[in-house]
């Protein structure tokens, strides 16, 4: 079974940025499309960002595009997602898990907080 850790959350201005990272555990991380996910307070869980196995190929919320990108290093089993120009309304709890519809075990994601 795979475990998830995400690591990299943190306070920050608006306009700056964070990388947040994903280390998978227990399994391969090239045997999964990977995506990010967040949680603001009071919302849903919803998608930010999911990658190919293989790192070719990326898809974004078409709102998120242009400021966030998401990478994967299979040699180091590790997911990134570089967020940029953030802005108070990207205050989350940010996830990796599988990008398909089944999903592994959700880690306990990595705080996000942008203050303007």
């Known amino acids: 079974q795979v475990h998830l850790e995400e690591s990299g959350g943190g306070l920050v201005q608006a306009g700056g940025s964070l990388r947040l990272s994903c280390a998978a555990s227990?399994?391969?991380?090239?045997?999964?499309?990977m995506g990010w996910f967040r949680q603001a307070p009071g919302k849903d869980r919803e998608f930010v960002a999911a990658?190919?196995?293989?790192?070719?190929?990326?898809y974004y919320v078409d709102s998120l595009q242009g400021r966030f990108t998401i990478s994967r290093d299979n040699a180091e089993n590790t997911a990134y997602l570089q967020m940029n120009n953030l802005k108070p309304e990207d205050t989350a709890v940010y996830y990796c898990?599988?990008?398909?519809?089944?999903?592994?075990?959700w880690g306990q994601g990595a705080q996000v907080t942008v203050s303007s």
């Open positions: 898990n599988s990008a398909g519809l089944i999903k592994v075990s």
């Open positions: 227990g399994r391969t991380l090239s045997n999964y499309a």
């Open positions: 990658i190919s196995r293989s790192g070719v190929r990326t």
